[in-house]
T-cell receptor, first 115, second 115 residues
Framework: AQSVTQLGSHVSVSEGALVLLRCNYS??????LFWYVQYPNQGLQLLLK??????LVKGINGFEAEFKKSETSFHLTKPSAHMSDAAEYFC?????????????FGDGTTLTVKP | SQTIHQWPATLVQPVGSPLSLECTVE??????LYWYRQAAGRGLQLLFY??????ISSEVPQNLSASRPQDRQFILSSKKLLLSDSGFYLC??????????????FGEGSWLTVV
């Protein structure tokens, strides 16, 4: 079984400040991990993914995430927030060894960027 | 390149009426297909997935059903809608097979309001 916990349903930062969105996972096998972004009334867009290569993963829009096995974490960061980063962010975990490839999603974190 | 489309984008349906949401994927063959529901302010709940034509797996007991009449077509249906069926429905796909990367790609979503 696998699960994802996103700490903090709402995060607010000032424009130009560091963005840190937290994600902890539980998985019985080495997982694949993902971050998605969702803008209002749209589908989810892949930001980045970890698939057992480099532990520091760089994604689109200046975001990156670090896989820490000892902490079972995959936190998302961006050095300097932009107004356009305001959206909802979802962390997801998946078992790489299954054909169905079902992903389990966290409940999401809404990021607000203040001017 | 691969694309995914779902429709209609929005619909308002009375309680007890039928439902049909359709999703098609282009540019790939034999994808895994998924239907997710996102209730307001909550995460994603996997409703159904399919690894092939006519193969449907249900994740949660509910008032909905899914069908896959063609390789790249996935339909979400209901015979009689309930108020609790309201939400944002997302179709998604990924490359089939284990160890394929498991990245799930989402459609634009369909807003369903049951009144």
């Amino acid at each position: 079984a696998q699960s994802v916990t996103q700490l903090g349903s709402h995060v607010s930062v000032s424009e130009g400040a560091l963005v840190l969105l937290r994600c902890n996972y539980s998985s019985s096998v080495p997982p694949y991990l993902f971050w998605y972004v969702q803008y209002p009334n749209q589908g989810l867009q892949l930001l980045l993914k970890y698939t057992s290569a480099a532990t520091l993963v760089k994604g689109i829009n200046g975001f990156e995430a670090e896989f820490k096995k000892s902490e079972t974490s995959f936190h998302l960061t961006k050095p300097s927030a932009h107004m356009s980063d305001a959206a909802e962010y979802f962390c997801a975990v998946s078992d790489p060894g299954t054909n169905a490839g079902k992903s389990t999603f966290g409940d999401g974190t809404t990021l607000t960027v203040k001017p | 390149s691969q694309t995914i489309h779902q429709w209609p984008a929005t619909l308002v349906q009375p309680v007890g009426s039928p439902l049909s949401l359709e999703c098609t994927v282009e540019g790939t063959s034999n994808p895994n297909l998924y239907w997710y529901r996102q209730a307001a302010g909550r995460g994603l709940q996997l409703l159904f997935y399919s690894v092939g034509i006519g193969q449907i797996s249900s994740e949660v007991p509910q008032n909905l059903s899914a069908s896959r009449p063609q390789d790249r077509q996935f339909i979400l249906s209901s015979k009689k809608l309930l108020l609790s069926d309201s939400g944002f429905y997302l179709c998604a796909w990924r490359v089939s097979g284990a160890h394929s990367g498991n990245t799930i790609y989402f459609g634009e979503g369909s807003w369903l309001t049951v009144v």
